[in-house]
């Protein structure tokens, strides 16, 4: 009998989204901006096999602390 188990639902505590989906969100903004980000401690990378993901709550924070009123 195999060990493995089968999960069939996850639910996270925070939605995360993958790092090469940022670029639908920020613009002309490159992979190594947000790498940098992560090593200022700006944001937080998250590394799972080979993709990269960020929260979306951090990312939300980002847009939301660069609001300029005018």
Same mark, same amino acid.
């Given at each position: 009998?195999?060990? /493995? /188990? *089968?999960? +069939? #639902?996850? %639910?996270?505590? #925070?939605?995360?989204?993958?790092? +090469?989906? @940022?670029? $639908?969100?920020? /613009?002309? =903004?490159? %992979?190594?901006?947000? #790498?940098?980000?992560? *090593? %200022?401690?700006? =944001?937080?990378?998250? $590394?799972?096999?080979?993709?990269?993901?960020?929260? @979306?709550? &951090?990312? &939300?924070?980002?847009? &939301?602390?660069?609001? #300029? /009123? =005018?």
């Amino acid at each position: 009998m195999s060990n /493995v /188990v *089968k999960i +069939k #639902e996850y %639910q996270f505590n #925070e939605k995360m989204i993958r790092a +090469k989906d @940022l670029s $639908k969100i920020f /613009v002309g =903004i490159s %992979q190594a901006t947000y #790498e940098s980000w992560a *090593k %200022q401690g700006i =944001i937080t990378r998250y $590394k799972v096999g080979g993709s990269v993901f960020y929260k @979306l709550s &951090e990312i &939300e924070r980002i847009i &939301e602390n660069s609001k #300029e /009123v =005018i």
